[in-house]
């Protein structure tokens, strides 16, 4: 087992002190070893799976169910691409792809830099300026293609900056 393996089974074990052996609170430790993890990694559900004493496919079929729930380790920012009603007539597909294209990641996936990861959320409450794309909690409205890669330059062009100033 690598350290960080180690590492995760060790974060687990400590959330799953606060919590009795029941199976009904399976989805309430997921949340906290989510919240705790920033996803849940397979060493996280095998440790769950021992504590409540339920295979692990079990708690992999809830992990897969709930699209609350991340497989993938949380990237630097994240894009929450809006595929709401308004979001969705106005094109949000289009931006999905534009966005799974130029990252070169699905949705529920982490670019292997760790720089983003991409996913969808419903209405985010700003349809007036749909297609919108959430990054980093700012709402970005009519997030065309073009627009997907204005934003992605402004970061490289953020990050090349912070790469000068160390220096
Ligand atoms: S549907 Fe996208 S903001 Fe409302």
């Given at each position: 087992m690598t350290e960080e393996q180690e590492a995760i089974r060790q974060e687990t074990r400590k959330v799953l002190?606060?919590?009795?052996?029941?199976?009904?609170?399976l989805v309430p430790i997921l949340q906290q070893v989510q919240a705790q993890l920033g996803y849940i990694p397979l060493e996280a559900m095998v440790e769950v799976a021992e504590f409540l004493k339920i295979p692990e496919m079990d708690v992999y079929s809830v992990v897969t169910f709930?699209?609350?729930?991340?497989?993938n380790p949380p990237g630097k920012h994240s894009v929450r691409v809006c595929l709401g009603t308004a979001c969705h007539m106005k094109g949000g597909y289009i931006v999905l792809d534009a966005w799974k294209r130029r990252l070169g990641i699905d949705q529920g996936e982490t670019t292997p830099d760790h720089e983003f990861d991409l996913d969808t959320v419903a209405?985010?409450?700003?349809?007036?300026?749909?297609?919108v794309t959430v990054v980093d909690n700012e709402a970005e409205g009519k997030t065309s293609p073009t627009r997907v890669d204005g934003i992605l330059l402004s970061y490289q062009l953020e990050k090349d900056k912070e790469g000068k100033e160390t220096k």
């Open positions: 002190k606060r919590f009795s052996k029941q199976r009904g609170n709930y699209n609350q729930f991340r497989l209405c985010v409450g700003c349809c007036t300026m749909a297609p």
